[in-house]
């Protein structure tokens, strides 16, 4: 009972998390319609002027919407081999959803900052919370895969070695993202957005041109495979 | 256990997409919260004369809801046919999330031109956003259908062929539409909601008066059947 | 494979409807949110009056709570009968769900009005979506059990009329409202109110103190039970 | 049928409330939003002073955050021991949701007055709100409870009767930090974190160090398996 009790609050945290998530990234366009030249009706040049100036609100939504996605993507990764629960692992998981709800603010606020190369403060604020969710993302993986806490039988050490691997630097990459804020803030953002794609490529190397195994060993974990074994006559 | 890890990451996929879909198709509303009769209290002529005024709010309400809604439709109607998962499957999906993300912001400035016939470039932007959505999903879908690259094993290539059709001339019309925006703004708006109605139409011809088989064996409603045939020896 | 496919559509309908149901109820909180006493710093004496002007404000909230609340249990009543989709019918749920987000809207705008009795059109335009909302949840169920069209196997004539009686004067009902909002704005409300109340009862005769059956012969339409028979030994 | 049919419904109840509580948690950052900071462009110094000023919108932020974080885990405890339907749970549940979508207003209007120490409006308020959640979640659970009303076959008295003692002193706890609002404001707020934090152990106790049963019967993770094992004769 207990097993099939993790199973349903292991499903329940994620898709708690997915709504948190789907949310966060959609509440990213209320940047946009906050913006003066909303409800109101400029001539064709004004209008055109006004949505140039907008650069840096796209700027920051598109590095935004890119690393709460791929945070998104990371989070299904671990989860998808965290077959149980505890309850620190519960806190650190809103505590990563908490940070990944402020993106929205810091988003709309370092907008208006970036025209302004000798304005650090916002970009600073910008960067510092993803360097925070890279580190809140770290403990929950790292406080997961101690000593193979709460991982399922069937991930292999490597494979966990693997992501572990590629997390290792994550908190050191935003700390240099967060150093650069001091120096050039657009430019800050553009290699935040570029460590977004970069921490989106494991997951292809992983998935790609995947062929459908035959033996039944492998078939584990997934509802539709036990139903695949009981319709195979035996 | 890769093949159980793909398939649970198309569903969360989907679960995600969903979500962003549902969200944004929601938030259309806040231009309504915007309007200025809101939370005044004019006496009843004033009032009804004000949301007489909305029609452009409404109509663009109408066109962006429609249209949302009938992505959705599409995007799973692909999804239901893809089964595996690459990185630039993953990616191509979070640009056009992104790009569904933006439409309650072209759809709030849209609204205000619609009684200006010479005023072009909301509108423009409002279709040129569609436009870039309509070139999203035919990358997604032509880059998963190619040489069969992520479809399912049980799609066969006339079921293929034929979503390929139906979306062949999308981003074309869509580039219609988006011309029209050039000489009759609200025109446009009245053709991108009749386009949303076309695209809904041929999930129809697939659903339509399907019957449901008798013997026992397809255990009725369960999504698991078709994997299930896959497995028994035939 | 076109049964799991449509079970699969019918359980995206839900999933998606489900989504645009719990977002517009949770977007009511906004007529709050944006009322005028929030973030200013009034002291206790002004705080306090002001909260308890924001009564017309909490009346619309509980209401439109309540009536999308309910709203989402009677679109899941139907859809557990609903085991096939067609276009139109899929048509006819985005428009519902069309209505229901425009709820909030309404519910913004009918607050400030419930103080004057001699103001109607707010709370016409208020009940007016109520209406049409019924309008298009009568045409949805009506279009899927006409001649059993899209319904399961499994629901008995006598289970369908029973749906078909409960909401057979719901547009009538709620007709009714609208006609009463020209006469006591403030009334029509308590009435919507207690209309969906009305409306949640029919759902618990069906559902209060169940047993367990324990032949399979129950057991057709779940996931969990094709899963069931396959334990049992044969 | 009946039995299928409650246990997609639900499911369906906590699939809309955690949509419910996913949105009304994410909606807390709308108060950050809002704040008078956002879309200017002030100098690093004043931005840096603006940031800090915000400490009470954050203490409150974080306040909410864990309180609804935490009622949707005990909200999912409690249901995991639900399996059965009825009119009156489901009206209690809307209930207990309606409170909870209203904690972003409260959690907006608090902020301000934290800095007040002799304003107590608004932190009686927002602790009165949490007081209210706390007795309609206290209701939920015994009215399910009651004479083993709505529970599965699986769950054992003292599980129940552990939860029911975890929850005895709620209502009363959430009381007491309602009557400290009356004499430290922030004080208050955080007396109502540790209370979340608090209700969040138990969930570990019952979930911490579980191992997974080595016996292929249990077809390891999967949700369907108490009911597999119900009907295996025995």
Redesign the interface.
């Known amino acids: 009972?207990?097993?099939?009790?993790?199973?349903?609050?292991?499903?329940?945290v994620?898709?708690?998390s997915?709504?948190?998530?789907?949310?966060?990234?959609?509440?990213?366009?209320?940047n946009?319609?906050?913006?003066d030249?909303?409800?109101?009706?400029l001539?064709?040049g004004e209008?055109?002027s006004e949505?140039i100036h907008l650069w840096p609100t796209l700027l920051a939504f598109?590095t935004s919407?890119?690393a709460i996605?791929v945070m998104?993507?990371n989070h299904?990764r671990i989860f998808?081999h965290i077959?149980?629960?505890?309850?620190?692992l519960?806190?650190l998981n809103?505590l990563l959803?908490?940070i990944v709800?402020?993106v929205?603010?810091t988003t709309?606020?370092v907008?208006?900052?970036l025209?302004?190369p000798d304005?650090?403060?916002?970009v600073i604020?910008y960067n510092g919370l993803y360097l925070l969710m890279a580190l809140a993302f770290h403990a929950l993986w790292h406080y997961a895969r101690h000593r193979h806490r709460l991982l399922?039988?069937?991930i292999d050490q490597q494979s966990a070695q693997s992501i572990t691997d590629q997390y290792r630097f994550g908190p050191l990459f935003y700390l240099l993202v967060f150093a650069l804020s001091w120096i050039y803030p657009p430019a800050s953002l553009g290699v935040n957005l570029l460590l977004a794609?970069f921490y989106?490529?494991p997951?292809?190397?992983?998935?790609?041109?995947?062929k459908?195994?035959q033996h039944p060993d492998?078939?584990?974990?997934?509802?539709?495979?036990?139903?695949?074994e009981?319709?195979?006559?035996r």
């Open positions: 009972m207990e097993v099939q009790q993790n199973a349903k609050e292991t499903g329940r994620e898709a708690f997915d709504g948190v998530f789907a949310i966060a990234i959609t509440l990213l366009v209320l946009f319609l906050e913006a030249l909303v409800h109101k009706s001539d064709d209008l055109l949505l598109v919407f890119a996605g998104w993507l299904h998808s077959t149980r629960l505890d309850n620190n519960i806190l809103l959803l908490m709800t402020l929205p603010f709309a606020l907008g208006p900052y025209i302004y304005r650090h403060v916002a604020v399922g039988e069937m794609v989106a490529l997951f292809s190397r992983k998935h790609k041109s995947e459908i195994p492998t078939t584990q974990i997934s509802p539709e495979n036990d139903q695949q009981k319709n195979v006559p």
